[in-house]
């Protein structure tokens, strides 16, 4: 079974779980310290991120309020880049830094950064793939079929690419943010530090989603492996 009772390879994904547990605490924490501490420029996130998009032509991009905690996101469907409540109009190093983060999702987009462009375009698929891989592996495992087991893993497998190309994309938004900042001065070299703090805090979240994903597929392939004996 995949459930939480009494399966014994639910020990497998637990490293995994103690690492997001880790890493989701660690962005709250590192976020909210740096959004206690206010940039000398005196500038805001929103500010920060229409001056760097103007630096790349993109001056004209709308930059949205959305509700939320860092629920900030470059949304390349319609070319927006949205800051959350936390972040819009804020004069501090954490939100200034992560503005700045997304601006470099934007910039990649520009310049048709290989691995964003290949993540946005199985985002469709792996959807669907994501919500149809376990229920298709639990009905093969009741109907003993291993046909339907196999495309279970395999459907399961797209997760796993997904989350794995989603780190490059998200270390290279942050080194391109990180570099805009020191060299639009907008943050000085204490308060980069202080930025590059937040921004890989939230890096771990990704590390923690791969390894979470790479630890359920070998789940996956040994609960399969154990019912062909």
Known sequence: MLGYGLDPTIIIVIPALLLSMWAQSRVSSTFNEYSRIQARSNVTADGVAKMLLTLYGMGNMPI?????????????????LNLSDSVYNSR?????????????HAIQHSEAYSPLIFRNSIVPAVNLASSASIPLFMIGLIMGSM???NIGIILFTGTLV??????????NASSRALKLLEQTHTLDSQE???AKKVLTAAAWTYIAAA?????????????RNSRRR
């Open 64 to 80: 949205n309020h959305v509700s939320g905690s860092l629920t900030d996101h470059y949304d390349p469907r319609n070319r927006t």
């Open 92 to 104: 501090s190093i954490a939100s200034i830094g992560v503005a700045a983060h997304e601006v470099g």
């Open 147 to 149: 046909t339907l087991v």
């Open 162 to 171: 997904f989350h794995l190309v989603t780190l490059p994309v998200e270390i």
């Open 192 to 194: 980069l530090a202080g």
């Open 211 to 223: 390894l979470m994903s790479v630890l359920q597929l070998v789940r996956l392939l040994m609960i």
